[in-house]
């Protein structure tokens, strides 16, 4: 006979893993040919330092909460669940629809996840993974059985268009996964960091409590965007590199074992950087920061989905997740798919 509490431990030490995916990129396409029409900038500058050729832009008429909502449908729609079997939804996003309420519940709605539980996270780029890592634990303690993670960014409304160290770097989009229990494989490992001292460096620094908005802030363009991207690029490789390693070091696995890479698609220089520190050949590793630009939280999940689709990541392969935001904060996480 199985007692209450043997129930409970088998519970607790449930696998999580991803059972559904969904992704949702705007029509709209702004190309570096474009952005030279409007900043001082070229095709030729933005290929070079950063890879990317082209990002999406977000309709007048759509939200965050839109982007995230049609992809959601797509990652309910392959997991075959109803919006109705979601318990759990946590949205991570630094470009929500309004301070409050969190996003997630205006996509709750949009939905039909009438019985879910929401809340936003705030993790910038590495966003996906600690929404991954959190609904991980729900699933573990056996409180959840279907948990909605989504990564979204509609980051054209927040950045400066005259200013053109940041406005060539970011695009719109959103991605989702359910995560579920599941027998084997799943989530097997993960490890999260931060450094609060670095939060200077990159940051939207009007409309929060320390820097109310005003016609000062506005003027002065301080709700936008800023970023000392030199100093972030050099952390940014150091951390990643390090976080992928932990990860892989608490899985038990060496970096042969992977079999996919699925970084943050921040720059081309970044990931050719992070991953030769890792090492995995170039070949394991999934790239599209060429079409869509820095789409912060959206990043990873958006890039798993397509390197899935893509048949790059495979039943039985061993995927490594990894990035890096403002904060600073980074996350890394082994998947066995
Ligand atoms: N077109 C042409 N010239 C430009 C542009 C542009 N779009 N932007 C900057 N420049 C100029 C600068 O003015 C500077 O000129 P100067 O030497 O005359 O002063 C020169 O190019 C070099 O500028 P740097 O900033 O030193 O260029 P760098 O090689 O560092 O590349 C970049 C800049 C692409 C932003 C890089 O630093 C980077 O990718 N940083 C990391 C960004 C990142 O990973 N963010 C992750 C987190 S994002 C989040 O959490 C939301």
Redesign the pocket.
Known sequence: MVTKKAQYIKKQVRKAGIIGLGSYLPKKVLTNADLEKM????HE??MT??GIAERRIADPKEVTSDLAAHAAKQALRSAKLAPEDVELIILAT?TPDMQFPATSCFVQTKIGAANAACFDINA??SGFIHGLVIAQQFIASGTYDNVLVIGVELLSRFVDWKD??TC??FGDGAGAAVVAPVKSGGIISSYLGADGNKSDL?MFPAGGSRMPASHKTVSEGMHY?K?Q??D??KY?VRVMADAAHKAMKRAGLAPKDIDCVIP?Q??I??IEAVIQRVGVPMEKVFVNVDRYG?M?AASAIVALCEAVNEGRVKKGDTVLLVA???GFVWGSCIIKW
């Open positions: 900043v001082d900038t070229s500058w933005i330092r950063t630094i910038a780029c053109r160290s060539v770097l990159l965007l970023m991207g030199n972030v690029f940014a943050h921040a720059n220089r970044i820095n912060s890096f935001g403002s």
